[in-house]
């Protein structure tokens, strides 16, 4: 195998199982920075452990769900493995089976979701030679034990990969801590952006713009800390204009009855998108509530006769959409709802001043300004309140804006 364009870490990585010192650990374990390096080289040690140490045997790659196994893992182990092997391998799509075969052995991994606390059930009954666990904080608890539990064979091991989150997640405190502290018989090697031959310095520094606050210390420095403080730090009074250019144009809303209801009417040009209108009603503040169809007339309203593309909504705002759909105006889709996916794509934003807000937004300014962490939550979650402006821009950016004006 040719192995001189890996660093001296991802070296480790490869060959760490080779080592007598080495065989009484049970697993490795990864974390650090994004586009560190650390995924593949584990995946393709992995398999090269696998194929030195058992024949026709099962494996299992996991991921937060099968398609992200493929992508993640899958598909860059099948180039290198062509590459850099003489092991030959076939991706059954079908059966979520990769089959690798070499002179003396041949095994099958096969690829499981980790999508929410069902997926348990979905690897039960399989004996195991290893797991791979790929972005394993965000795994369930529940899988990530059953997963262990079906690596019963004798000489067995497991391998995960992460990218750090809250200092108070539970595989921070049962996994990452004790391995660090070598209280487990696991081999811990943290990773930066340094570690990876492959990344340019221009790559890198986009990168280091591309989060902000609990993010860039998380992605970019590869630190387990908590989330606290502003979840905007980045904006400020420059991101304000003054100007409502012309666009494309859409709306985004965050509906409520008791809570207030947001809607921002976004124009999107070749190199920016500008919030240059808002409607905002805070049902508890005027005493009384207003029904989908007075909220209909107010998105007219907003829209001022321009041609909207589309509506994005809260989608559980089953009763709204349905509104909207009834009068046949405007096309409307449900809103992307991933609410720590959707704030990354906003600070992305933000960071690279591409989303910029008519000083004519009071409500918008009012709660970005006091958007915060719940620092007595367990892991990130944003404080209930001053957040439906920020709800309906994380719907924009996150079901809109990335797709038509990507980063």
């Known amino acids: 195998m040719e192995i001189t364009s890996f660093s001296p870490k991802q070296l480790r990585v490869l ?20 586009r560190s390096g650390k995924t593949l080289c584990l995946s393709l040690s992995f398999v090269l452990w696998a194929m030195a140490t058992f024949d026709d045997t099962a494996f299992a790659i996991c991921g937060k769900t099968l398609q992200s196994a493929e992508r993640n893992v899958v598909y860059p182990l099948l180039k290198t493995l062509e590459k850099n092997t003489r092991y030959k391998a076939k991706y059954i799509a079908s059966r979520r089976c990769l089959l690798v075969k070499g002179a003396k052995a041949e095994n099958r991994f096969y690829l499981f979701g980790g999508k929410d606390e069902g997926a348990a059930a979905r690897i039960q009954g399989i004996t195991l030679g290893g797991v791979l666990f790929d972005e394993a904080a965000i795994l369930p608890q529940s899988f990530v034990w059953q997963a262990l539990a079906r690596a019963s064979l004798e000489k067995s091991k497991f391998w995960f990969s992460c990218n750090p989150q809250s200092p108070a997640h539970w595989f921070y405190k049962e996994w990452v801590q004790p391995a660090a502290r070598a209280q487990k018989k696991v081999l811990y090697l943290h990773f930066t952006m340094e570690d990876n031959p492959s990344l340019s310095e221009q790559i890198k520094k ?28 980045m904006f400020d009074k420059s991101m304000v204009c003054e100007d409502k250019p012309e666009g494309e144009y859409f709306i985004s809303v965050d509906y409520g009855t008791r809570n207030p209801f947001s809607a921002g009417l976004w124009s999107v040009g070749q190199s920016r998108a500008v919030r240059i209108g808002e409607y905002y009603y805070d049902s508890r503040a005027c005493g009384h509530s207003l029904t989908d169809e007075e909220y209909y007339q107010q998105l007219c309203v907003l829209a001022k006769g321009r041609k ?15 509104c909207i759909r009834r009068h046949g105006e405007f096309m409307v889709r449900k809103g992307d709802n991933r609410v720590l996916d959707g704030i990354r794509c906003v600070m992305g934003y933000l960071q690279n001043r591409r989303l910029q807000i008519h000083k004519s937004c009071k409500d918008f300014l009012r709660e970005i300004a006091l958007y915060s962490w719940d620092t007595n939550a367990q892991g990130d979650v944003p404080l209930k309140e001053n957040d439906h402006a920020m709800d309906d821009m994380r719907y924009f950016c996150q079901s809109v804006l990335r797709r038509i004006l990507p980063l």
Do not use: K, N
């Not at 080779?18 to 994004?34: F, N």
């Not at 909207?308 to 349905?322: G, K």
């Open 15 to 34: 060959t760490w199982w080779m080592h007598p010192d080495m065989r009484q650990h049970e697993g490795i374990l990864c974390d650090g920075a994004v």
């Open 206 to 233: 986009r990168y280091q713009t591309l989060y902000s606050g609990v993010f860039y210390r998380r992605f970019v420095l590869g630190q387990w800390v908590a989330a606290q403080g502003l979840i905007y730090p």
């Open 308 to 322: 909207i593309a589309y509506v994005v909504v809260d989608p559980s705002a089953a009763s709204f959409i349905e």
